[in-house]
């Protein structure tokens, strides 16, 4: 049996859909928090368990006769590292054989500005080595989903007004990596090994307006503001604190490289070239 955590988020959902079109669902059980979010997936015959990362005791009737975990990562980022681990020592103490976690695929996080955010992503793997568990990492680049987190709503008229600098990341769709790990869950040959999900191309945000003046026929401009300049705009739109830092981070962590570099491990898990950025944007912003 293999269980899903985040279920109810994007990711998660994603990946039931791709295994309900494999045929795969009576073999699959997901981890919510509230059962009532996830009654048509029930009607479907996949088996539902209650639990909370924060809750380990909640954790240990969810796990019982599990032998795969889907470990899609915590976006609480409230001692995530705690929550994964909460995880990880259930699964070991229930005899869960093998655990898949969907981490980042990025330069070093050593030397990011991303490091206070996003190096427990490291410690989980670390962690999942050590308690001897069969693994496999999922290193994912960013979403292109937070194109449309960054921009304004309308970036068509406002222009994409980002602060990166020249900074690239290899853009990936969300729904392609749910395929991919559906297609790793039905396929073998994959214990211990890790892979770098990103696109075979880096896209800069440069590049974001570039193509939606191509798609609106009409000039959208890339504006490079400083990070002092982007920090008061959010502030004048009434963003909390924490979403201004997390933005102003992420484009710190862009400019520095840290999410160019591009590997084929995605293109050969789905079987062809992962969607470009063009027409993402194409399906995101103009419905086509």
């Given at each position: ?30 981890l ?8 048509h ?28 975990v ?10 995530r ?8 020592d ?62 304004s709503?309308n ?39 890790t ?37 008061a ?26 999410f ?29």
């Amino acid at each position: 049996m293999i269980l899903i955590t985040g279920a109810t988020g994007q990711l998660g959902n994603g990946i039931l859909n791709f295994l309900e079109k494999k045929g795969r669902l009576a073999e699959v059980a997901i981890l919510v928090r509230d059962a009532s979010k996830v009654a048509h997936w029930q009607e479907k015959g996949v088996s539902i368990r209650v639990g909370d990362y924060h809750q380990p005791e909640t954790l240990q009737s969810a796990l019982k006769n599990i032998n795969q975990v889907v470990l899609i990562s915590s976006n609480d980022f409230n001692d995530r590292l705690k929550q994964h681990k909460n995880v990880v020592d259930t699964a070991v103490q229930n005899g869960v054989q093998h655990i898949l976690y969907t981490g980042v695929s990025m330069k070093s996080i050593n030397q990011s500005p991303l490091k206070p955010l996003l190096e427990d992503h490291f410690q989980t793997e670390t962690y999942i080595k050590e308690s001897g568990l069969n693994y496999t990492f999922l290193q994912h680049s960013l979403y292109a989903d937070v194109i449309t987190m960054f921009l304004s709503p309308n970036p068509v008229e406002t222009g994409v007004y980002f602060p990166a600098g020249e900074g690239k990341v290899t853009f990936v769709d969300r729904l392609e990596l749910a395929e991919a790990i559906a297609n790793l869950l039905t396929t073998t040959g994959h214990v211990n090994q890790t892979y770098k999900m990103t696109n075979v191309v880096a896209y800069s945000f440069a590049d974001v307006a570039t193509y939606l003046s191509e798609l609106a026929n009409k000039t959208v401009a890339y504006i490079n503001p400083s990070e002092q300049e982007f920090q008061a705009a959010l502030h004048n739109i009434g963003l909390p604190d924490a979403i201004i830092q997390m933005s102003l981070g992420f484009a710190a962590g862009i400019k520095n490289q840290d999410f160019e570099e591009p590997f084929t491990d995605l293109t050969t898990i789905l079987g062809r070239t992962p969607l470009d950025l063009k027409s993402y944007l194409k399906k995101t912003y103009f419905n086509l």
